[in-house]
């Protein structure tokens, strides 16, 4: 078990290693250097400042590796749009912001999610697994934009009962948050119905029942259980899905978080925040899956034994 | 005595039933297609999704020429009309009539989702199948591959490529979601094969000498069809989503073209004051999303015999 965590983390840094790499040359390939634009009608001699003050001077190895030496020290470089603005810093102060929102948006929609996947599955095609099941078709159809103009709509403009948009009180929270859970309840109650479905048919809920378990302790000790294994593996997406979900209601709400930053970095070309934010994103993507993937080893002794047979 | 001893053999009489006929096919042969289709025409819902999505399909190709507007077309003393007879969508803050640039902007977006889905599984297929075919060294690098691939999140790469490329045409779009986008396929698609190969009927067919390639022309490929098919119903929704979000937040289709994503993204800021602007494009976003993701349903359950009641 250990060997097999060791061979993760190898694989996750390898990984790692090529996103970097490749994101740092993919960047520097663009037409034009990042400061071209801005340094364009400054003097000779200020332009050559500029470029040996950002490094890019030098040739394009030399670059690489000081960036990736930087990287090491957790200094992802300075923002070309803004100069001063330390794109670690950037992502330190937003990110705790994105991760707010989108972690308790997560929790709502997973529990919600679940709860409406239960009901789903022991009212197998009754009316309320239909209901679920529409909830649910909705949820994955509707995309984010629009249920996020819904909302404002509704709930800011004809109700009155929330803000549109802005950030620092906890009523600016409520409609990016009931927008971002939406998508978590839709997946998870497609997800839990089928799982529990599947559980229900197993032999050993047939022997709970039979040794006389009440239909209320065989489903809460057996069922929901084992049930709950598998929607695990969707946790390392929704992990990401906190920030990566929350780029367009981050904008639409004027929500000063990480996604909100990355985007309005890709439209000001600001090459550096880009670059830094994609590989917070990635190193947050693999580290997740990771880390699933190990929560996943710890609860199912079916794959704790199994990875020492291979 | 028994009557029977007095029968004799003359009192039979032959009425022409060979022993060979118990072998005989008494209906019309079904073919797996025929079969299929017959399964998902039982599925009231996918149907429904199926006529809904043919509905748009027709008014996306021939949409724009109905209206009599081109979708282009500015008029500057009809800006933001609400829906009226003369423009049945309204029209937007340039006073372009609704109606044309909606399904102007469908083909755009339909195109991408099936050109997009398409390309991505034709890579996938022969990615996965010669992965699954190879086996060994080869199906364990090329899976590592993958693997690293996938561990980048896929809308990061989007935006990212898009950013690169420099360059807002369809073409580069469809690069930019394909480029990773097929290596969900190439995975279903290496485990569907995996798992043909280890079954009976191949160890039969290769048992009665039957050549590889006719293995895998008659069994392979016909078996991992389905699974391909149903994956790529899913997958166009998906494309169309990535399209809309790419153009919401301007790294997708520019002006004067236009797609569902991008009429949505430029209705949003006056949501408030003309909402039937962002209504129009967003319907029809989810309409196509809906009518996909039912009919991929559908097809999971017709395509699969082992579903079979």
Known sequence: MLRYIAKRIGYMFITLFIIVTVTFFLMRSIPGDPLAHMARGLPEQTKANYYAKYGLDQPLYRQYLVYLKNLLQGDLGESVVYPGRQVSETIVTTSPVSAKIGGIALVIGVSIGIFLGIIAALNKNRWPDYIVMFIAILGVTIPVFVLAALFQYFFAVKLGWFPTSGWGERKHMVLPIMVLALGPIATYARYFKSSMLDTLNQDYVLTAYSKGLSRFNVIRRHVLRNSALPSITLLAGRIVGIFTGSFLVERMFSIPGIGFYYISSINNNDYSMILGTTIFYAVLFVVAQLLVDLIYMLVDPRIRVAPEKN | ?309
């Open chain 2, 1 to 309: 005595m028994l009557p029977v001893q007095n029968v004799t053999k003359e009192q039979f009489t032959h009425i022409g039933i060979e022993i060979t006929d118990a072998e005989r096919i008494g209906r019309p042969r079904v073919s797996y297609l025929k079969d299929a289709w017959r399964r998902f025409r039982e599925n009231k819902i996918a149907t429904l999704a199926l006529i809904i999505l043919s509905i748009m399909i027709f008014f996306v190709i021939f949409g724009p020429t109905i209206s009599g507007y081109n979708y282009a077309h500015i008029d500057g003393k009809a800006r933001n009309q609400s829906p009226s007879l003369e423009h049945w969508f309204g029209t937007d803050q340039l006073g372009r009539d609704l109606f044309a640039r909606v399904w102007q902007g469908g083909r755009i977006s339909m195109a991408i989702g099936l050109i997009g889905a398409f390309v991505a599984s034709f890579i996938g297929c022969i990615y996965g199948g010669i992965s699954a075919y190879f086996g060994g060294v080869v199906d364990d690098i090329m899976m590592r591959i993958v693997e690293v691939l996938i561990s980048v999140p896929y809308l990061i790469v989007v935006i990212l490529l898009s950013v690169i490329l420099q360059s807002s045409s369809i073409w580069t779009l469809i690069l930019a979601m394909t480029l990773t986008g097929w290596c969900g396929i190439a995975r279903i698609v290496r485990g569907q094969m995996l798992q043909i190969k280890a079954q009976e009927y191949i160890m039969a067919a290769r048992a009665l000498g039957v050549r590889p390639w006719k293995i895998i022309v008659k069994h392979m490929i016909p078996n991992t069809l389905g699974v391909v098919l149903v994956a790529i119903t899913f997958d166009i929704p998906g494309y169309i989503f990535s399209e809309a979000f790419l153009s919401f937040i301007g790294l997708g289709v520019q002006p004067p073209n236009t797609s569902w994503g991008a009429l949505a993204s430029s209705a949003q800021s006056r949501f408030v004051f003309y909402p039937y602007q962002l209504l129009f494009p967003a319907m029809m976003i989810a309409l196509t999303m809906l009518c996909f993701t039912l009919i991929g349903d559908g097809l999971r359950d017709a395509l699969d015999p082992r579903l079979r009641k």
